[in-house]
């Protein structure tokens, strides 16, 4: 079974920066990628950035150029650096794996870590 963790939320102010963290644990006979997703208040889940099992990374077009998705398989690690924050990046941001429809496993999801950008 997979376990995931993500930290590094905070509060700032617009035009400021963070890097989040998500650190992955256990073992899967499934293959998988990573994601980042965020949920605004009142708002549906919003896909952020994800990486497939290939090394393709993709963005949403509301963060493309602000937002660098990266990762360390020796530690294993995903990081999201963010800059050009944005009062409306504010949301919970979540951390999971990503699996295809046949996949036999279920996706892992973290606790989720908090940021908050004021103007």
């Known amino acids: 079974q997979v376990q995931v963790v993500e930290f590094g939320g905070g509060s700032v102010q617009a035009e400021g920066s963070l890097r989040l963290s998500c650190v992955v644990s256990?073992?899967?006979?499934?293959?998988?990628?990573m994601s980042w997703n965020r949920q605004a208040p009142g708002k549906e889940v919003e896909f952020v950035s994800g990486i497939d099992t290939d090394g393709r990374i993709r963005y949403a077009d509301s963060v493309k150029g602000r937002f660098t998705m990266s990762q360390d398989n020796a530690k294993n690690s995903v990081y999201l650096q963010m800059n050009s924050l944005k009062p409306e990046d504010t949301a919970m941001y979540y951390c999971?794996?990503?699996?295809?429809?046949?996949?036999?496993?279920?996706?892992?999801w973290g606790q989720g870590t908090q940021v908050t950008v004021s103007s």
């Open positions: 999971k794996t990503d699996l295809p429809d046949y996949s036999d496993c279920m996706a892992a």
């Open positions: 256990g073992y899967s006979e499934c293959s998988y990628g």
